[in-house]
Nanobody, 123 residues
Framework: QVQLVESGGGLVQAGGSLRLSCTAS????????VGWFRQAPGKEREFVAG????????YYTDSVKGRFTISRDNARNTVWLQMDSLKPEDTAVYFC????????????????WGQGTQVTVSS
């Protein structure tokens, strides 16, 4: 069992930055692939970014490439999502998720989910 807790959300103006954290407890986190997803009001949850268990491979949805950076520190059981040049369309609840896999999974087929953190970008 893995428990995930997100933090770092908030209200920011367009062009600003936020750094989300996903901290895990429970089983050895270092063996898990981690993904960040988001869900805006009235929309389906979508994949944002993912990182493999070593941190050596990362994946991003096209709309955030060049603006968001995912990273991890397995010794601290934490994955971060650095979000720069934020846009109003980035407004959503952001979730981190974890699963055991050989590579990053870009669908929502993850076994463990956090409770989410709200990100609001004002224009």
């Amino acid at each position: 069992q893995v428990q995930l807790v997100e933090s770092g959300g908030g209200l920011v103006q367009a062009g600003g930055s936020l750094r989300l954290s996903c901290t895990a407890s429970g089983r050895t986190f270092s063996t898990y692939v981690v993904g960040w997803f988001r869900q805006a009001p009235g929309k389906e949850r979508e994949f944002v970014a993912g990182i493999n268990w070593t941190g050596g491979r990362t994946y991003y949805t096209d709309s955030v490439k060049g603006r968001f950076t995912i990273s991890r520190d397995n010794a601290r059981n934490t994955v971060w999502l650095q979000m720069d040049s934020l846009k109003p369309e980035d407004t959503a609840v952001y979730f981190c998720a974890a699963r055991i896999a050989l590579t990053v999974v870009t669908t929502d087929r993850y076994d463990y989910w956090g409770q989410g953190t709200q990100v609001t970008v004002s224009s």
